[in-house]
């Protein structure tokens, strides 16, 4: 079993895509915008460094699975991305893969068979603490990064020969985006001195943040506010109000008018309740036999409590403060196991 740790330094991977004729960037199954964010600059910068190199840049893309942000259009252009298609990967016949912001076979699942004897055609560039090693060769998980923009950003700089602060506004614009994301812009505990220092030389580089946060932020449709009140009006707290616990249901979802997987980010209004350590967000996915996704965030301080230990207790996986799992079993039966869990994880 390869060990899941960085093996390969940004100069040498640098210099290793360099090496490469034909290339695929791929990330894990419904990008988000450390994904998207990811993937696009180095798709970017990659296909700066084949035009100078004389080569077609045009087949230089990211290869998405499982649908892609409804923001997609404001950030990347048609001809940067195209959905993950496993005989298309093939004919491709790429001689140099990256994997951006995962490495783990679970968030992988569609372009499992592509990536298969394949890992020394492979590199992860990834900042999760798990994950499956035998996938990739070469290995750069910077596990302190915030976001995997942060790692990507300078091997972006890297292979361009330029700093952070001096990459051209397309690149350091999805850069900027993937850290802006992954820290819920700039609120979560993975804020760090080089989260700012990283997202400042961004900003230097011409990002224009006001922009930005309205593209890809505040564009909900009223459903989206609307489910959230019946997920909000049904929540239910347990361990001395230590543990919220959100449910969406199918027929919610239908009756507000959105579609399963605009559905995201309802856990962190449980996470303003002060007394809240832990909010559990179970949602229906409609899937026969029963199987219901938990996304779970966890809050900093005294006795925090480790959701991705109890995301990897169900086969899931993720961070400390965040984590998540796709659980077998109806949603009140999978809410009830997560509440004994959390349960024994907070002392009670
Ligand atoms: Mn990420």
Same mark, same amino acid.
């Given at each position: 079993m390869a060990e899941w740790a960085t093996n390969v330094s940004i100069e040498e991977l640098g210099a290793w895509l360099e090496g490469g004729h034909r290339f695929a960037v791929l990330t894990h199954t419904k990008p988000d915008g450390d994904a998207v964010g990811s993937t696009i600059a180095l798709v970017r910068a990659l296909r700066v460094v084949c035009e100078r190199s004389g080569g077609d840049p045009s087949r230089i893309m990211a290869h998405f699975a499982g649908g892609t942000p409804r923001w997609i259009g404001d950030v990347a252009f048609e001809d940067e991305y195209q959905t993950a298609n496993v005989s298309e990967l093939e004919a491709l016949d790429p001689d140099r893969i990256v994997v951006c912001d995962t490495g783990a076979w679970s968030q992988l699942r569609e372009v499992a068979p592509f990536l298969e004897e394949r890992a020394e055609r492979i590199a992860i560039v990834d900042h999760h603490v798990?994950? $499956? /090693?035998?996938? /990739? $060769?070469r290995r750069l998980i910077e596990t302190d990064a915030a976001a995997v923009c942060q790692p990507v950003a300078r091997l972006c700089a890297r292979l361009l020969g330029s700093t952070v602060a001096d990459l051209a506004s397309e690149i350091a614009e999805v850069l900027y985006l993937g850290i802006a994301t992954d820290t819920g812009w700039f609120r979560h505990s993975n804020v760090s001195p080089s989260v700012l220092r990283d997202a400042g030389e961004l900003l230097g580089a011409g990002v224009d943040h006001a922009r930005l946060y309205q593209r890809t932020e505040q564009r909900d449709p009223a459903g989206r506010i609307l489910l959230m009140g019946r997920v909000l009006a049904g929540m239910e707290l347990h361990h001395g109000d230590r543990l919220a616990v959100l449910r969406v249901l199918l027929r919610d979802v239908h009756e507000v008018g959105l579609e399963p997987g605009q559905t995201s980010g309802l856990g962190d209004q449980a996470m303003n309740i002060a007394s809240v350590r832990v909010c559990v967000t179970l949602t229906e996915t409609g899937e026969d036999p029963a199987l219901t996704k938990v996304s779970m965030r966890s809050k900093e301080g $005294?006795?925090?409590?480790?959701v991705a230990a109890i995301a990897r207790e169900v086969g899931g996986g993720g961070h400390a403060r965040a984590a998540g799992a796709r659980v077998p079993g109806e949603i009140d039966e999978v809410a009830a196991g997560l509440v004994e869990a959390i349960g024994r994880a907070l002392g009670v």
């Amino acid at each position: 079993m390869a060990e899941w740790a960085t093996n390969v330094s940004i100069e040498e991977l640098g210099a290793w895509l360099e090496g490469g004729h034909r290339f695929a960037v791929l990330t894990h199954t419904k990008p988000d915008g450390d994904a998207v964010g990811s993937t696009i600059a180095l798709v970017r910068a990659l296909r700066v460094v084949c035009e100078r190199s004389g080569g077609d840049p045009s087949r230089i893309m990211a290869h998405f699975a499982g649908g892609t942000p409804r923001w997609i259009g404001d950030v990347a252009f048609e001809d940067e991305y195209q959905t993950a298609n496993v005989s298309e990967l093939e004919a491709l016949d790429p001689d140099r893969i990256v994997v951006c912001d995962t490495g783990a076979w679970s968030q992988l699942r569609e372009v499992a068979p592509f990536l298969e004897e394949r890992a020394e055609r492979i590199a992860i560039v990834d900042h999760h603490v798990t994950g $499956d /090693g035998e996938i /990739g $060769d070469r290995r750069l998980i910077e596990t302190d990064a915030a976001a995997v923009c942060q790692p990507v950003a300078r091997l972006c700089a890297r292979l361009l020969g330029s700093t952070v602060a001096d990459l051209a506004s397309e690149i350091a614009e999805v850069l900027y985006l993937g850290i802006a994301t992954d820290t819920g812009w700039f609120r979560h505990s993975n804020v760090s001195p080089s989260v700012l220092r990283d997202a400042g030389e961004l900003l230097g580089a011409g990002v224009d943040h006001a922009r930005l946060y309205q593209r890809t932020e505040q564009r909900d449709p009223a459903g989206r506010i609307l489910l959230m009140g019946r997920v909000l009006a049904g929540m239910e707290l347990h361990h001395g109000d230590r543990l919220a616990v959100l449910r969406v249901l199918l027929r919610d979802v239908h009756e507000v008018g959105l579609e399963p997987g605009q559905t995201s980010g309802l856990g962190d209004q449980a996470m303003n309740i002060a007394s809240v350590r832990v909010c559990v967000t179970l949602t229906e996915t409609g899937e026969d036999p029963a199987l219901t996704k938990v996304s779970m965030r966890s809050k900093e301080g $005294d006795g925090a409590v480790d959701v991705a230990a109890i995301a990897r207790e169900v086969g899931g996986g993720g961070h400390a403060r965040a984590a998540g799992a796709r659980v077998p079993g109806e949603i009140d039966e999978v809410a009830a196991g997560l509440v004994e869990a959390i349960g024994r994880a907070l002392g009670v």
